[in-house]
């Protein structure tokens, strides 16, 4: 599975690891992460209203008007599928000045399980991901921390939880409720598993 790593413009806390053959895309001011990191990205993508210094002359440019229904990151996904990356690790989404992109971030978490592909963002010790119903048995390793599920779709019916503080058996979960909060794994494994919608799958692991 080809994968695609994305740096946007929010706070990055930590390393950003790129694995090996990855390709890699800087979303407008999301160079800025690369640059201190010591990141040669392949491709640079926005309509360049936070990043207003020299472009580099070493990678491929594709700009974009600022007016346009999709964000930068959003941009960088789909280009990132036209090349054929099939799994996205993206950084730098939540943060910054604008609370509104965290949650345009979270949103097309939602629009990239549509599209059939595999996405976490990560922001410091934070993962954030989804689970549905043919994904099956979700095992999350141990780690100390929170563990949180939130229903991405207006419901997620028939969720299970085990191997955490709060177990659950056949529930319903609602985007209008945030029941699932503030969880934690005991045993080596939480095991989730869910009937209908979409899980937000939330690991706060402190380290």
């Given at each position: 599975?080809?994968?695609?790593v994305?740096?946007?413009?929010g706070?990055?806390?930590?390393?950003?690891?790129?694995?090996?053959n990855?390709?890699?895309?800087?979303?407008?001011?999301?160079?800025?992460?690369?640059?201190?990191?010591?990141?040669?990205p392949?491709?640079?993508?926005?309509?360049?209203?936070?990043?207003?210094?020299?472009?580099?002359?070493?990678?491929?440019?594709?700009?974009?008007?600022?007016?346009?229904?999709?964000?930068?990151?959003?941009?960088?996904?789909?280009?990132?599928?036209?090349?054929?990356?099939?799994?996205f690790?993206?950084?730098?989404?939540?943060?910054?000045?604008?609370?509104?992109?965290?949650?345009?971030?979270?949103?097309?978490?939602?629009?990239?399980?549509?599209?059939q592909?595999n996405?976490?963002?990560?922001?410091?010790?934070?993962?954030?991901?989804?689970?549905?119903?043919?994904?099956?048995?979700?095992?999350?390793?141990?780690?100390?921390?929170?563990?949180?599920?939130?229903?991405?779709?207006?419901?997620?019916?028939?969720?299970?939880?085990?191997g955490?503080?709060?177990?659950?058996?056949?529930?319903?979960?609602?985007?209008?409720?945030?029941?699932?909060?503030?969880?934690?794994?005991?045993?080596e494994?939480a095991?989730?598993?869910?009937k209908?919608?979409?899980?937000?799958v939330?690991?706060?692991?402190?380290?």
């Amino acid at each position: 599975m080809k994968t695609c790593v994305i740096i946007a413009g929010g706070d990055v806390t930590g390393e950003i690891r790129i694995p090996k053959n990855a390709l890699v895309i800087c979303a407008d001011c999301g160079y800025r992460h690369a640059l201190q990191q010591g990141i040669e990205p392949d491709v640079l993508i926005g309509d360049f209203d936070s990043y207003t210094e020299p472009l580099p002359e070493h990678c491929k440019i594709l700009k974009h008007p600022i007016e346009k229904d999709e964000t930068d990151t959003m941009l960088a996904v789909y280009y990132g599928k036209e090349q054929g990356c099939q799994m996205f690790n993206i950084y730098g989404v939540f943060g910054g000045r604008r609370i509104d992109h965290s949650i345009a971030n979270i949103q097309m978490l939602h629009h990239m399980y549509e599209m059939q592909l595999n996405a976490v963002l990560y922001h410091g010790n934070t993962i954030v991901s989804v689970q549905s119903p043919e994904m099956g048995v979700g095992m999350y390793p141990y780690y100390e921390g929170s563990f949180s599920l939130f229903a991405l779709t207006d419901t997620c019916e028939g969720v299970t939880i085990k191997g955490t503080k709060y177990t659950a058996e056949n529930i319903t979960l609602k985007n209008s409720f945030p029941l699932g909060v503030s969880n934690s794994i005991k045993d080596e494994f939480a095991e989730v598993e869910i009937k209908s919608g979409l899980l937000l799958v939330v690991q706060v692991r402190e380290v």
